[in-house]
């Protein structure tokens, strides 16, 4: 499940080369719009809002069309920052972080690393070289992949790239083939 940033929807490049990475590998891939945005609204809502939306989409699907499966939680920028701050509560084995916004631009002293350290469970970032919000660091259950670009990350191709051989590593880790009869 992935969800978008503040100030777009769930069609920028970087979810969708999260997303077709995913589904290569046999994912089932949904991408979550957030109530703000399906009313029509541009900014966001506050972060409690955001959370409870994200952790009861996250639950419904998890209770119905996805019982049973393990569930990988993520999103761009501001959704990144939900699926941190809600792993725990959505049983989420792995969470991925495309342009997480460690810090305002140009404001280090507002670090929101505290949100990524909270996970605990497998997490990927994939950043931006030149992204002005920041590139956190690499932790025991935290791989931090960059790549060309800022902020946006328009390469979906980069972007698959970089998330693929991840994927590899959490379905090797949770998910089981299944056995041919």
Avoid: N
């Avoid at 069309?65 to 761009?76: A, E, H, W």
């Avoid at 979906?156 to 083939?177: H, N």
């Amino acid at each position: 499940m992935l969800g978008h940033g503040a100030g777009g929807g769930v069609e920028t490049p970087d979810l969708a080369g999260a997303a077709e990475a995913a589904g290569s590998m046999g994912f089932t891939v949904a991408l979550v719009e957030q109530p703000y945005r399906v009313a029509g609204r541009r900014s966001p809502a506050p972060a409690r809002q955001l959370d409870a939306a994200w952790t009861s989409v996250v639950l419904q699907l998890g209770e119905g069309p996805l019982g049973g499966l393990p569930i990988l939680t993520g999103g761009r920028s501001s959704g990144a920052r939900v699926a941190c701050r809600t792993a725990a509560d959505t049983a989420s084995v792995a969470v991925l972080c495309l342009a997480f916004p460690l810090h305002p631009p140009g404001h280090p002293e507002k670090s929101r690393l505290s949100e990524l350290d909270a996970v605990r469970v497998l997490t990927l970032v994939v950043q931006g070289e030149i992204d002005s919000f920041g590139t956190p660091p690499a932790g025991p259950q935290r791989t931090v992949s960059r790549i060309p670009g800022t902020h946006s990350l328009k390469s979906s191709a980069a972007v698959a790239a970089a998330v693929s051989p991840w994927l590899t590593i959490v379905t090797a880790r949770y998910f089981r083939p299944q056995s041919l009869l």
